[in-house]
Structure formats: structure tokens, C-alpha cells
């Protein structure tokens, strides 16, 4: 009997013992709870209480968690249906609050997500739900955050993970996409034809300029040309009335044989004359061609020392 009762007092010492070592995992707090009243929390590691007095009410996983929005339908302020879901990434700050302030914490985080996100969507329109999802997250973020605080919860992050509109809206929405852009093509075509037009007409117009100026220097040039040759002629015609005045005659038949003579030339070079009928005594030519010669001679005999001076006057032909 005496061994009987030491080892049944041996095996309630340790039940004893056991009920009074806690040991903790890292990234979960225990509260600790004395005849139903909240009395401490138990952190990471190894922990005594005081067995069948003391006991382990709630089991605080502080580590950040996500909590999914299921997907439901939400009116937009403009009445289109849409089909929204998200998501939540929260964290336990005191695991006291968590464990006694709020009855189910994940379902109240979850209901509370859900309605805020009704109300924030339901004043906006459809093209700002879909186009505004940093300004829903953030006015999601601060309301859930709020609401959540008093329960030692803190809101890290709200996200919408996904916005369906009805596919008959989105049909007109792509119907207003490629119109919009069809119009923007049409205004850079136009933009490039109107561009190509005014480059068209500063070429066209820098044409007119050029050739302006080059008809004015071939003006210029033109009448300096005739300028030029009729100084020349001017000399030449002074220098024959010299030549007159002084009473040289060979100088006069000189142009005037010269002249005949270039006119016989332009009616041999002419292209469509082959035989030509000259009105005209041919001893005239000869007589032009005879004061030439004497010319010359006059002038040679001129320039030998001691030779005699050329009569003066107009050279005789054979017909004379």
C-alpha cells in the first residue's frame, strides 16, 4: 500500500508539474487567464503557471497576415454592377485586445472590409473605380485601420485585387477606346498633311525667290553685257570719225569691206540656203576687198622709215 501511494503521488506531481509548464513558439503570444479573468501574456519561450488555478486562454498569432475579401457585387454612384474582391494584410500589436475586444477577429476584419469597400466604391463612378485604385486602397486603408485599432490590430496594407465590369460595359468600352484612338490617328494625319503643305509652299515659295533673283542677274548681267558693247561700239565709232576727221579714207573702207564681208558669210552658213541670188555687182566686192589692200599697204608703208605717204582717198576699182 505504501509503495501504491508514493507512486500515485509521484505520477500527480508531475500532471502537476505539466500543467504548469508553458512553453510558447516563436511568433505567438498565450494569455494567461486566472479562474476566467485575463491576468498576463505569455511571450515567446519557456513559462510556469500555477496549475488548475492558472490556465491558457487564447493563442495570438502576431506574425502579419492576409485575409481574402470574397468577390461580391457593388453599384457604382453612376448604376453599374460590379464585381469587386480583395485583399488585407494585417498584424496583432496586443494580443490582450485582440483575444478579448472582438469575438472572431478574422471575420470582423473580413465584414468590416467588405462594407467600407461597398461604401467607398458605391460614391465613385465607373471609369474612377477603375482607373482610381491607389485612391480606393488608400481611403480603404485609413477607414479599416481606424475601425481596427481599438482591437490591437494594425492595418498594414487594403488592396483590390480585382474590379469585373458587366461585358456589355465593356464592349462599349472598347466600342470608346478604339474611337478615341481612330480619332487621334486622324488628328496626327491631318496634323502631317497640314505640316507637308506649309513645307510645301515655303519650298515652293523659296523657288520663286531664287528664280526672281537669278531673272534679276541675268538682267544685270544682260544689260552690262550690252552696256560694255555699246561702250565698244562708242570707242569704235570715236575712233573712226578720228580716223575720218584726220582724213584717212582706208579706215572707211576698211569697215565697210569688213561689214560686206560678214554678211556674205552669214548667207553661206545659212542652213536653209543652199544658192543665193545677189542683186548686185560683184565688182563691189572686189573694190571692198582692193581698199583693204591698200589699205594695208598704206599702213605698211607708214611704218618703213623713208617710204613714201599713202594718198589719201578712196581706192579705185577696175569698173571706175
Known amino acids: 500500500m505504501g509503495s501504491t501511494f508514493f507512486i500515485v503521488l509521484a505520477i500527480v506531481a508531475i500532471v502537476v508539474v505539466a500543467k504548469g509548464v508553458v512553453t510558447v513558439r516563436q511568433g505567438f503570444e498565450y494569455t494567461v487567464e486566472r479562474f476566467g479573468r485575463f491576468t498576463k501574456t505569455l511571450t515567446p519561450g519557456f513559462h510556469l503557471i500555477i496549475p488548475f488555478v492558472d490556465s491558457i486562454g487564447r ?97 498594414t496594407r487594403v488592396e483590390v485585387k480585382d474590379i469585373r465590369p458587366p461585358q456589355d460595359i465593356v464592349n462599349a468600352m472598347a466600342r470608346q477606346m478604339k474611337a478615341e484612338r481612330e480619332k487621334r490617328a486622324a488628328i496626327l494625319e491631318a496634323e502631317g498633311q497640314r505640316n507637308s503643305e506649309i513645307l510645301r509652299a515655303e519650298g515652293a515659295k523659296q523657288s520663286q525667290i531664287l528664280e526672281a533673283e537669278g531673272r534679276r542677274e541675268a538682267a544685270f548681267r544682260d544689260a552690262e553685257a550690252r552696256e560694255r558693247a555699246a561702250e565698244a561700239e562708242a570707242k569704235a565709232t570715236e575712233l573712226v570719225s578720228e580716223a575720218i576727221a584726220k582724213g584717212s579714207a582706208q579706215a572707211i573702207n576698211y569697215f565697210v569691206a569688213q561689214k560686206y564681208v560678214e554678211a556674205m558669210t552669214a548667207f553661206a552658213d545659212s542652213r536653209n540656203s543652199k544658192v543665193i541670188f545677189m542683186p548686185m555687182e560683184a565688182s563691189a566686192l572686189v573694190g571692198s576687198l582692193g581698199g583693204i589692200g591698200e589699205l594695208v599697204k598704206a599702213v605698211a608703208s607708214e611704218g618703213a622709215p623713208g617710204a613714201p605717204q599713202a594718198a589719201t582717198g578712196l581706192p579705185r576699182t577696175r569698173d571706175q
Open 59 to 155: 493563442r495570438i498569432n502576431m506574425m502579419e497576415q492576409v485575409l481574402d475579401i470574397p468577390g461580391q457585387e457593388i453599384i457604382t454612384r453612376d448604376n453599374a454592377m460590379v464585381g469587386v474582391d480583395g485583399v488585407v494584410f494585417f498584424q496583432v500589436l496586443d494580443s490582450a485586445k485582440a483575444a478579448y475586444e472582438v469575438s472572431d477577429l478574422m471575420n470582423a476584419i473580413m465584414n468590416l472590409t467588405t462594407t467600407n469597400l461597398r461604401t467607398v466604391m458605391g460614391s465613385m463612378d465607373l471609369d474612377e473605380t477603375l482607373s482610381q485604385r491607389d485612391a480606393i486602397n488608400a481611403r480603404l486603408l485609413t477607414v479599416v485601420d481606424k475601425a481596427t485599432h481599438s482591437w490591437g490590430v494594425k492595418v
